[in-house]
């Protein structure tokens, strides 16, 4: 018997060391390692809360993270790694606690991750091996509520082709030839939105729009939605939701254009009892013709009426029906314009109407005058 056992045992030493090696070699090929792979993770907040930054960077509902997995070489083929996505809930978090600050959470990825293929979980025996990043820093918020004024936005189409921002309220961007926006306001000119707490105390307004203008001849409205962000100095982006669409108001007026009209009579306004003797000596500081005065007038208003309007369509006029002493007097006449007509005022323009300088002498009573 124990010749049988040890007879020839350098070759079954060898056969054994062979088996083992076989083994070895076998176990290597069903026990494999993926690499790399992409999987979007995301954060769930706890009731109540928000997510408001991780590592720094704002969180707009998605991250996307690297791992290594290791496992039985045929489960590790058949995942369809396009379909791999991750999960960390924080709802083991009371946002009653959060109070002035955001609260600071760490997840370790490899420990505390959740992957998914689909709907199912990755089977057992298949390891996370590795996570990049490593590690999340992550600051959630409660969420609370204020009402803000709205800042509507309107776009225009530009020369280019390109969609640009208006940035005035007064441009004839967007407009039809000959008119211009002269206004835009939302209404309502508030609304209330929600939103990280430490973010909100901070926002006085919010944007609505942008709604894009293009070829406007009247006043017309637009029904857009609040921007469901804002820029914050410490935390960037940050989301916040509004529940109520507002409405831009668009004023739009016919373009007014300016004109200079020469030589218009000046009248005089008086009480028909009196006649006053009037002579016009000065128009703007200079002689004026005392036998024909006229003035020039600066008046501005839709270009196709302007066009047409003569000297004749205006009454220049002096006021005489409270004059109640002869004298020289200085005074800028009255106009009456067309409807749609306007005297063109500006801070750093020329007075639309000159000053005239003129001479009163006594009346001559008329209600005594014979008829005829």
């Given at each position: 018997m124990r010749h049988a056992i040890f007879d020839h045992w350098k070759l079954?030493?060898?056969?054994?060391?062979?088996?083992?090696?076989?083994?070895?070699?076998?176990?290597?090929?069903?026990?494999?390692?993926?690499?790399?792979?992409?999987?979007?993770?995301?954060?769930?907040?706890?009731?109540?809360?928000?997510?408001?930054?991780?590592?720094?960077?704002?969180?707009?509902?998605?991250?996307?993270?690297?791992?290594?997995l290791s496992g039985p070489r045929g489960k590790i083929d058949d995942l369809e790694v396009e379909s791999l996505t991750a999960t960390y809930s924080f709802a083991y978090i009371d946002v009653d606690e959060i109070k002035n600050e955001p609260r600071s959470e760490t997840v370790d990825l490899l420990k505390s991750i959740r992957i998914r293929t689909g709907n199912n979980n990755l089977p057992p025996d298949i390891e996370i091996d590795r996570a990049e990043p490593e590690e999340l820093e992550v600051k959630i918020d409660r969420i609370t509520s204020r009402a803000v004024r709205v800042k509507p936005i309107l776009d225009y189409i530009a020369n280019d082709g390109s969609r640009m921002q208006i940035e005035s309220k007064s441009t004839d961007k967007g407009c039809v030839d000959g008119y211009r926006i002269t206004d835009y306001s939302s209404n309502p000119a508030a609304v209330t939105v929600s939103g990280p707490a430490s973010v909100m105390r901070d926002i006085e307004q919010v944007t609505a729009g942008p709604a894009l203008v293009d070829q406007l001849y009247a006043p017309s409205d637009r029904t857009v939605s609040v921007v469901p962000f804002?820029?914050?100095?410490?935390?960037?982006?940050?989301?916040?939701?509004?529940?109520?669409?507002?409405?831009?108001?668009?004023?739009?007026?016919?373009?007014?254009?300016?004109?200079?009209?020469?030589?218009?009579?000046?009248?005089?306004?008086?009480?028909?009892?009196?006649?006053?003797?009037?002579?016009?000596?000065?128009?703007?500081?200079?002689?004026?013709?005392?036998?024909?005065?006229?003035?020039?007038?600066?008046?501005?208003?839709?270009?196709?009426?302007?066009?047409?309007?003569?000297?004749?369509?205006?009454?220049?006029?002096?006021?005489?029906t409270q004059a109640k002493t002869p004298g020289e007097f200085e005074t800028t006449p009255g106009v009456k314009l067309p409807v749609g007509i306007r005297l063109d005022r500006g801070p750093e323009k020329p007075p639309p109407v000159p000053v005239v300088t003129y001479e009163v002498t006594s009346p001559v009573d008329l209600s005594d005058a014979p008829e005829g």
């Open positions: 079954k030493l060898l056969a054994l060391m062979l088996a083992a090696i076989a083994w070895v070699v076998s176990i290597g090929r069903d026990y494999t390692l993926a690499q790399d792979i992409k999987v979007i993770l995301t954060l769930e907040p706890p009731a109540g809360g928000v997510i408001l930054q991780i590592n720094g960077a704002p969180y707009d509902g998605e991250l996307d993270i690297e791992v290594d804002v820029e914050h100095p410490i935390y960037g982006r940050v989301g916040i939701d509004c529940q109520k669409r507002v409405e831009i108001k668009i004023t739009v007026e016919e373009k007014l254009e300016s004109r200079t009209l020469k030589d218009v009579p000046i009248r005089f306004l008086m009480l028909p009892k009196y006649f006053w003797i009037v002579e016009i000596t000065k128009i703007d500081g200079k002689a004026a013709d005392a036998q024909n005065p006229t003035v020039d007038i600066v008046i501005s208003g839709p270009a196709k009426q302007l066009a047409g309007i003569k000297p004749e369509d205006l009454t220049v006029f002096l006021d005489l």
